[in-house]
């Protein structure tokens, strides 16, 4: 879809958005009236949300039997992560931490090469905490773990990861051979955490919902691909030989619950080692009036030896979202490159006078 396309089809959304009211009452007959309803008698999902935690996907080792905190562990933690100066990046990994010094170890910001204090310009009006009680977003399989990897896609990730590092002196680097061998971020084309299926990124973590009977529009604050429009009608995906970023979704309802079922991702989208075989299937169920569960299942036969699962709440906020635009490593990756061209060149000289 063209941006111009794109962008006329968000703005078509949002008129009929001027439509959305509270339900009759005879829409809710029926129905949970603790639940916001269009008038159509779906649960609303339009509005901003937050996704704002520091639950990791994954359970820590030190943790691997652990599936939950008690309430008095997260009640603590949730007491040290919300206070003053805590670092919201390195505070991440708090939950991986074996000692108490090496949990406030953690959370504070080095004091080496400062650019940004974390702990000023990440921080929320809500501070950022842990929003569960589990030890991993990940609640399927059981260990909240990322299923291993089959034997192919051991070997795909292998030759992935050669033709982005390499090795000197044993020590393994990131390649800065051209500008196709640095990260997807780094050349502002998809970040890691954007759907789907969603993940919380480390900040600008809010998302948009904008909701009519035909469509859900979902807009992540920090996004480099456009706003997923995701028709409800039935119709089919389309075909496997048009391959997008952000695959190809398309929605239904199951109840009180937005399902959502995406596909025809492009080659160079690797979620987790993941491969042109995977698919989404996300669930959207708003619970309260705060709150939305956020579930998603992903599976793809050539990556994982099993489909796994994860969820999260995702919280009611105040708008607005900012324009997130990611341009500079796009920019300067001529920049980067010669940079490590003249690191070849000094390493070179330095070789040869040392042979001297």
């Given at each position: 879809m063209s941006q111009r396309r794109g962008r006329f089809a968000v703005a078509a959304v949002t008129v009929a958005l001027l439509a959305l009211t509270p339900a009759s009452s005879a829409a809710q007959e029926g129905k949970d009236e603790a639940l916001p309803r269009t008038p159509w008698g779906h649960p609303v999902l339009q509005g901003i949300w937050t996704s704002s935690t520091y639950t990791p996907l994954e359970r820590p080792d030190n943790l691997a039997d652990q599936a939950e905190l008690s309430e008095e562990e997260l009640a603590e933690l949730n007491t040290l992560l919300t206070a003053e100066g805590v670092d919201p990046l390195r505070a991440r990994s708090v939950?991986?931490?074996?000692?108490?010094?090496?949990?406030?170890?953690?959370?504070?910001?080095?004091?080496?090469?400062?650019?940004?204090?974390?702990?000023?310009?990440?921080?929320?009006?809500?501070?950022?905490?842990?929003?569960?009680n589990r030890t991993s977003l990940i609640v399927d399989p059981p260990d909240g773990r990322v299923p291993p990897l089959v034997p192919s896609a051991q070997e795909?990730?292998?030759?992935?990861?050669?033709?982005?590092?390499w090795l000197t002196?044993?020590?393994?680097?990131?390649?800065?051979?051209?500008?196709?061998?640095?990260?997807?971020?780094?050349?502002?084309?998809?970040?890691?955490?954007?759907?789907?299926p969603m993940?919380?990124?480390?900040?600008?973590?809010?998302?948009?919902?904008?909701?009519?009977?035909?469509?859900?529009?979902?807009?992540?604050?920090?996004?480099?691909?456009?706003?997923?429009?995701i028709p409800l009608d039935g119709r089919p995906h389309l075909p496997s030989t048009m391959r997008e970023w952000s695959g190809d979704s398309r929605g239904r309802w199951e109840g009180d619950t937005l399902v959502v079922e995406s596909a025809n991702f492009?080659?160079?989208?690797?979620?987790?080692?993941?491969?042109?075989?995977?698919?989404?299937?996300?669930?959207?169920?708003r619970v309260d009036a705060e709150t939305i569960r956020y579930e998603f299942t992903v599976e793809d036969p050539t990556t994982w030896t099993r489909p796994w699962s994860v969820e999260y709440p995702m919280m009611k906020r105040e708008g607005p979202l900012y324009e997130y635009a990611c341009h500079e490593g796009n920019h300067d990756a001529r920049h980067i490159l010669e940079v490590a061209r003249n690191l070849d060149k000094a390493a070179a000289r330095e070789s040869e006078e040392g042979a001297r």
């Open positions: 939950l991986a931490a074996e000692t108490e010094e090496e949990r406030l170890e953690r959370m504070r910001q080095t004091q080496e090469n400062i650019h940004y204090d974390n702990s000023i310009w990440l921080r929320e009006r809500q501070p950022r905490r842990l929003t569960t795909r990730e292998a030759l992935r990861r050669a033709e982005s590092r002196q044993n020590i393994e680097t990131p390649s800065f051979d051209s500008h196709e061998t640095r990260t997807l971020q780094e050349r502002c084309l998809v970040w890691r955490h954007e759907g789907p993940l919380p990124p480390s900040y600008n973590d809010l998302t948009q919902i904008l909701q009519t009977e035909d469509y859900v529009v979902i807009m992540q604050e920090m996004r480099e691909n456009d706003a997923r429009i492009n080659e160079k989208v690797h979620f987790h080692g993941s491969s042109t075989g995977l698919r989404v299937v996300e669930r959207f169920t």
